[in-house]
Nanobody
Framework: QVQLVESGGGLVQAGGSLRLSCAAS????????MGWFRQAPGLERDFVAAISWFAGSYTWYADSVKGRFTISRDNAKNTLYLQMNSLKPEDTAVYYC??????????????????WGQGTQVTVPS
């Protein structure tokens, strides 16, 4: 069993930065594909970024965040991160950490992840 807890969300002005963290307990994350998703009110849960289980050798990003967000993992700390720079009002959403054991097939789809955190709110006012 894996428990995921996000932190680091908050309110930041456009152009600013936040770093989200996702701390895992119950199991270590070193064999898990990890992802970040976000969901704005009334909208579907969208893919943001993912990182492969093998020490982060491969990363994937939604087009909307390429060049601005960076996903990383620290297996020694059993923690996933999302560095968010140059934030825009369109980034406002609840951000969720997700995990699946092993293979990264279908990394872009929420349905392919088994474990989810409770979410953390990111607000970028216009």
């Amino acid at each position: 069993q894996v428990q995921l807890v996000e932190s680091g969300g908050g309110l930041v002005q456009a152009g600013g930065s936040l770093r989200l963290s996702c701390a895992a307990s119950g199991r270590t994350l070193n064999t898990y594909t990890m992802g970040w998703f976000r969901q704005a009110p009334g909208l579907e849960r969208d893919f943001v970024a993912a990182i492969s289980w093998f020490a982060g050798s491969y990363t994937w990003y939604a087009d909307s965040v390429k060049g601005r967000f960076t996903i990383s993992r620290d297996n020694a700390k059993n923690t996933l991160y999302l560095q968010m720079n140059s934030l825009k009002p369109e980034d406002t959403a609840v951000y969720y950490c997700a995990a699946r054991q092993g293979n990264s097939n279908g990394y872009y789809s929420p349905t392919n992840y088994n474990y989810w955190g409770q979410g953390t709110q990111v607000t970028v006012p216009s």
